[in-house]
């Protein structure tokens, strides 16, 4: 083993323990796995230089090239039989540090997809899967040293708590698909939330395992039995405290109360609960949706769901009396209260319903003792939740077995649903809406407002949808504003980094020049001391000199003796002399040619001495002006050399003044990094950030959304009501498809709101004047026998065809009721009321004015010519029964529909009088009159014929 990246390392060239995990206790070499597969790691922590596992007890990590597995050091005492310690050895366990099966789940997923994945089979069985997975810890051979972990002895799908990737896989099989299912269910998918739901809860799974456990798909869920169901009861818990699990469990259920996902890691009951309660709301809403569409079909589908849930429930839970006990205060509790703030007591067992164990009978008396019951002070209250699952199933299933609709009115419906027009579901499906959502669309029921109310209210809703579109495309620009700040800061930082880089060397450059002035200034001295030491003359020219003079001293001699000898010569020669011993003195001149002429040539010699002592002397004196010339240089040499010295220094000067500024500017660009970095930080960290804006974008597109939702539904309301108010049977206004979610949803609402305003121009300019008729029906002369049974029985049923309004006007059609009042002849005494329900059942309106093969009447159910309506009842309850429309304030400008309005006027109608309500004399009935009053369109000649010979055959 060596050290490499703090890694002790086991190799094919350091491989001192080629094939065995050991490690150091004390002076001692412990084996751990006789058989590791080599290469391995042994990582440590960085504190360990040296692994010495009997001085600390850090854990460790082996891997090999296979797996991985967290090693953790522990303790093992041994006891004697008297409870005191013999030894104390150490141990170390062995837990799994990787997930064997990534690529069995990625595999199966791309080849089977969800289904693939979130099974059963893959979490129970994974090693069954091709390629078998035959791995056995025992395949390291462990000593006695080490202690493998039940997850780690062979490769499972973890769950288990402490397990390293049981997180993910709790996430996967768990987490993911409630989550998904959850958000469907939000969204009214409820077929495609319970399939989510089946990966992990299955109530029709009809697989051959015993129950609960085949429902259950996660695994956890499905390895738990009835013991551990019971285990982790409330009442077990608080009953078996002394259980660190339990204490532990309580201590953070203490600490943590609103974080559920803590307490449900210990009881993962809780889990399941939330599954099944879910599972619960998805089939009770979906029920409703499918109720509140009040169809045949649709209440057919919704009370399968109800049943379903109903047989998830089971029997309702029991009430268990309330056992009586003495009430203590907190004085007497104090002591007896345990860790979660609960007390046992004993309490007498008398005249409840409990079973209770029968203590045998007391031998010293004969007698048997009221049994005695261990419960504790405070009881467990009640889950109201659950018990409202009991309440919803029970009223829906019973609203549906007696002929009622969702809100508890008995109606009748037809026999089949209304033609569905194919055009709206292509368009749907282009758009990519459910078509569950355009059929309860269709069937949803009328508005109780107006459409002016309803158009405004939209319109509403669609300026809020505008406004979150504003917003959120402020937050996107702001977001983009934030990650282009960022990025400046960021590339800010880098260029000052750069431009730092830049200061260091214009500071090394400023060193170096700095060092170039120097040597110039060097040089310049060099110079300046040269020209300063050199002499007006060197020796040798000195020497020369002197020469020079010396020459010339001799020149001028000669000179001057030839003048004298020239002169000399100009001196006749004489001779003088005697003869004999004593002759006579004789004296002889002689002066000729040959003097002259060498005087003259010695005057010459003189003149040319003179010429050379004349060119001797101009030549020194040459020489003494070249060398005062140049002394003169020099001199000037000298002083240029001392004033580049001198400008020199001013540019050392200034490269040191640069120096010092280069410096500085260094420290100041270090300065605006630093702030750069604070500003960097400060807009990474600061509230209003990059992270506020996602979550801004994320919860804005939700409400955005959910807004728009609402804006639409009212949008398609204000249609349904614009279809009803000008009796329209499709408009395609408001269409499918504003929603684009590749852009966000941006416009959305700008472009529901051109559409709300083309609804309202459309309205505009098609709500002309009909005819406003008053219909007064008395039921003594249009149907005795009802007036008779109402009278008998208190209800009757009373029908008004279309015959009754053609006989007032034939040819009409589009008779639609604005108002029905009724008045009630009787004798009543003072301040008693008329007591009287009055109730649609049924209603048909004549939407066109064509004939059908030159039949008049209906020909069938399936005549498009009427329109039929059943279960849309609406009903008025007298007082006073005089014209009495049942409201308190008759007013034809309500913001909302009046009672039967909208209706056709060939309708059946309920008449309720209850005796046991009323306190007058029936005796004193006379009569019962509808006044009607209605709207309705000329049809023409051709329908007029058609009526009135319909009136004639009929009369």
Request: hydrophobic share 40%; aromatic share 10%.
């Amino acid at each position: 083993m060596h050290f490499f990246n703090n890694q002790l390392t086991n190799n094919q060239v350091h491989s001192p323990n080629i094939s065995a995990l050991r490690v150091l206790e004390d002076t001692t070499t412990a084996t751990l796995l006789s058989a590791a597969i080599s290469p391995f790691d042994l990582v440590i922590t960085q504190q360990d230089l040296q692994l010495n596992t009997a001085a600390s007890d850090h854990p460790l990590f082996y891997q090999d090239s296979q797996r991985a597995f967290f090693v953790k050091p522990e303790w093992e005492t041994r006891l004697n039989n008297y409870g005191q310690v013999i030894s104390k050895n150490r141990k170390y366990r062995f837990l799994p540090f990787y997930h064997p099966y990534t690529m069995l789940f990625i595999r199966e997923f791309n080849r089977d997809g969800i289904d693939g994945l979130l099974n059963r089979k893959i979490q129970l069985q994974p090693q069954n899967f091709p390629p078998a997975n035959n791995f056995n810890f025992n395949s390291y051979a462990p000593t006695v040293s080490s202690i493998v972990d039940s997850t780690a002895q062979t490769d499972i799908v973890d769950f288990s708590f402490s397990g390293a990737n049981s997180i993910y896989n709790w996430e996967l099989f768990f987490h993911a698909p409630l989550m998904v299912a959850c958000r469907l269910m939000q969204n009214q998918k409820f077929e495609d939330a319970m399939t989510w739901f089946h990966y992990i809860f299955n109530p029709t799974n009809i697989e051959g395992t015993t129950t609960p456990q085949r429902y259950w798909i996660t695994k956890p869920f499905f390895e738990y039995n009835s013991s551990e169901y019971r285990k982790q009861r409330i009442e077990s818990i608080l009953s078996n405290l002394e259980l660190k699990e339990n204490e532990y469990q309580l201590y953070q259920w203490r600490n943590n109360p609103f974080k559920p996902h803590v307490i449900a890691r210990y009881r993962p009951v809780a889990y399941q609960k939330n599954i099944v309660m879910k599972y619960l709301d998805n089939l009770v809403a979906w029920g409703d949706m499918l109720f509140k569409r009040d169809t045949i079909e649709s209440i057919n589908e919704a009370s399968l769901l109800y049943m379903l849930a109903y047989e998830l429930l089971g029997d309702r839970p029991q009430k268990v009396p309330t056992v009586k006990h003495e009430e203590l205060t907190f004085n007497e509790l104090e002591n007896k209260i345990d860790i979660f703030g609960n007390a046992r007591l004993d309490v007498i067992v008398e005249d409840t319903l409990l079973p209770v164990t029968i203590v045998p009978p007391d031998p010293g008396t004969g007698t048997e003792p009221i049994p005695k019951l261990d419960l504790f002070y405070f009881c467990i209250p009640n889950n109201d939740f659950i018990t409202k699952y009991w309440d919803t199933v029970e009223d829906r299933l019973y609203k549906i077995r007696h002929c009622m609709n969702i809100a508890g009115i008995v109606r009748q419906l037809p026999l089949f649903e209304p033609p569905i027009d194919p055009a709206i579901l292509v368009k749907a499906a282009a758009a990519g809406i459910d078509l569950n959502s355009v059929l309860n669309d269709m069937a949803a029921p009328t508005p109780y407002y107006r459409f002016r109310v309803v158009v405004q209210k939209a319109i509403d809703f669609c300026n809020e949808v505008n406004g979150l579109g504003e917003k959120l495309l402020s937050t996107l620009e702001k977001k983009d504003i934030e990650q282009l700040s960022l990025m400046r800061s960021q590339h800010e930082i880098e260029l000052l980094y750069a431009i730092k880089d830049i200061r260091k060397k214009q500071i090394d450059e400023a060193v170096e020049s700095i060092g170039g002035l120097n040597k110039s200034r060097e040089l310049a001295e060099q110079r300046k001391n040269y020209y300063d030491e050199i002499p007006y003359m060197n020796d040798w020219e000195k020497g020369g000199v002197a020469l020079h003079t010396v020459a010339i001293v001799s020149e001028i001699a000669a000179t001057i003796s030839n003048t004298i000898a020239a002169g000399i010569h100009l001196v006749p020669q004489v001779h003088g002399g005697g003869a004999g011993a004593l002759a006579s003195p004789e004296v002889l001149v002689e002066y000729g040619g040959d003097q002259p002429g060498k005087s003259a040539s010695k005057f010459a010699a003189a003149f040319q001495g003179l010429g050379t002592i004349l060119h001797a002397g101009g030549s020194l004196l040459e020489a003494q002006g070249s060398y005062s010339r140049r002394d003169n240089e020099n001199r000037q040499q000298a002083t240029l050399a001392g004033i580049d010295i001198g400008q020199i220094q001013f540019q050392i000067n200034a490269a040191e003044i640069r120096q010092v500024i280069a410096e500085k500017e260094l420290e100041n660009q270090e300065l605006q990094i630093e702030n750069a970095k604070a500003v960097d930080d400060y807009m990474k960290n600061k509230y209003t950030n990059e992270q506020l804006s996602n979550w801004m974008i994320t919860q804005i597109s939700t409400v955005y959304f959910q807004a728009y939702q609402l804006a639409f539904d009212m949008a398609k309301r204000a249609e349904k009501c614009y279809m009803y108010e000008l009796g329209i049977t499709q408009s395609n206004i408001i269409q499918f498809g504003y929603w684009d979610s590749l852009k966000k949803g941006l416009l959305s609402g700008d472009k529901l709101m051109t559409d709300l305003r083309r609804l309202e121009a459309e309205y505009i300019s098609q709500n002309k004047r009909e005819f406003e008729i008053t219909k007064h029906v008395s039921l003594a002369q249009m149907a005795p026998l009802s007036l008779i049974t109402l009278k008998e029985t208190g209800n009757c049923i009373v029908q008004l065809p279309e015959l009754l309004f053609d006989m007032d006007y034939p040819g009409h059609y589009m008779r639609r009721i604005k108002n029905v009042s009724i008045s009630i002849p009787c004798i009543v005494g003072p301040y008693t009321g008329v007591n009287c329900t009055l109730s649609l059942l049924k209603n048909e309106t004549r939407m066109d004015a064509t004939l059908s093969g030159g039949a008049y009447a209906k020909v069938d159910e399936n005549d498009t010519r009427f329109k039929t309506v059943f279960g849309a009842i609406s009903s008025i309850a007298t007082s006073h029964a005089q014209n009495d429309s049942g409201m308190f304030d008759l007013n034809f400008n309500d913001e909302r529909y009046l009672p039967f309005e909208g209706a056709g006027v060939i309708s059946d109608w309920q008449i309720d009088l209850p005796k046991e309500n009323n306190y007058f004399d029936f005796g004193s009935l006379s009569d019962v009159v509808f006044h009607i009053s209605y709207t309705s369109r000329n049809g023409g000649g051709q329908l007029t014929d058609g009526a009135n010979t319909q009136i004639q055959d009929n009369l």
